[in-house]
């Protein structure tokens, strides 16, 4: 079993749905509220103990109601929840998610995540130095993930970066990155200047842009690759791409070759949106092996 580190961020999903997205100034009636465990740290931790990783959470919630409930969201899922604090002085982290017109938009409110400092990081590093993979994203402070890279880079440890929400990241971080995976939008705020195809080229092996349903493209050395997706009836697009990220950081772990891990995480993606909420589509690891 493959162990798996998380640092990130932690939160609970405040979802509405509804059958048209306000435009601004305007008043829709929703169908449906829910709430339920999110942040994409946690959900990416979720997916991997799903996937049949060991896994580690390293990160901060509020010394509140919500921060409880995702504590035991976490040890419910699998996911050793040690490292994750609560703050006094912060509310956990909230994303307040509007589910319509077949997608989502989603508004989200660091609280206590601001907290998972280099810091804060620094005391755990006996555990990232035993991972076999290390899963970071960007609803964390900047220099955090300016710290991680090095300390990966000092040990020897896999950094697998999902640069969600966009933001540029220095030429420090792509360059002692393992892996990392932006969408079509975040590419374009990291890679700025360059097109997808000078972009891909330049880190071959490396950067793996992720096109929702129609699968994520990447170069192979040689040439551009695009690796497609699984046609489903999509119910939730939300966490998707955490999803993919957790399913991707397995199979790399495990020593699978990229195509082959990219078709594991292509497919257990596509698993977790046929069903509600962010975590709660995110498929156990033989229900991808039962349909790649």
Do not use: W
Request: with cysteine; net charge negative; aromatic share 6%.
């Amino acid at each position: 079993m493959v162990k798996i580190v998380v640092i990130g961020s932690s939160s609970m999903d405040l979802v509405v749905t509804s059958d048209k997205r306000p435009g601004a100034g305007e008043t829709v009636l929703g169908s449906s509220f829910k709430t339920v465990p999110g942040g994409k740290g946690a959900n990416q931790a979720v997916a991997a103990a799903r996937l049949g990783a060991d896994v580690f959470m390293i990160g901060c919630v509020g010394d509140d109601h919500y921060g409880a409930a995702i504590v035991e969201n976490f040890k419910q899922n699998g996911v050793d929840a040690t490292n994750v604090e609560p703050v006094t002085d912060a509310e956990s982290g909230t994303a307040h998610i509007i589910l319509a017109e077949g997608d989502n938009s989603i508004v989200v409110v660091k609280g206590a995540n601001d907290h998972v400092t280099p810091h804060y990081v620094k005391k755990s590093l006996t555990l990232i130095k035993q991972a076999d993979m290390v899963l970071i994203q960007q609803e964390i402070p900047e220099e955090t993930i300016e710290y991680v890279s090095e300390i990966c880079t000092e040990h020897n440890v896999s950094l697998l970066l999902n640069p969600a929400p966009a933001r540029p990241l220095s030429q420090n971080v792509i360059a002692k990155a393992s892996y990392i995976t932006p969408n079509e939008h975040e590419a374009a705020v990291l890679f700025d200047g360059l097109s997808t195809e000078e972009a891909l080229k330049q880190y071959p092996n490396k950067v793996f842009i992720t096109e929702g349903k129609d699968g994520v493209r990447y170069h192979d050395g040689e040439k551009e690759v695009l690796v497609p997706s699984y046609p489903v009836e999509a119910v939730d697009t939300t966490g998707a791409g955490d999803t993919f990220n957790a399913a991707l950081a397995v199979a790399l772990a495990e020593g699978n070759s990229i195509s082959d891990s990219l078709r594991f995480a292509n497919r257990a993606a596509s698993l977790s949106v046929t069903k509600f909420g962010a975590q709660g589509g995110m498929p156990l690891r033989e229900e991808v092996e039962e349909t790649l």
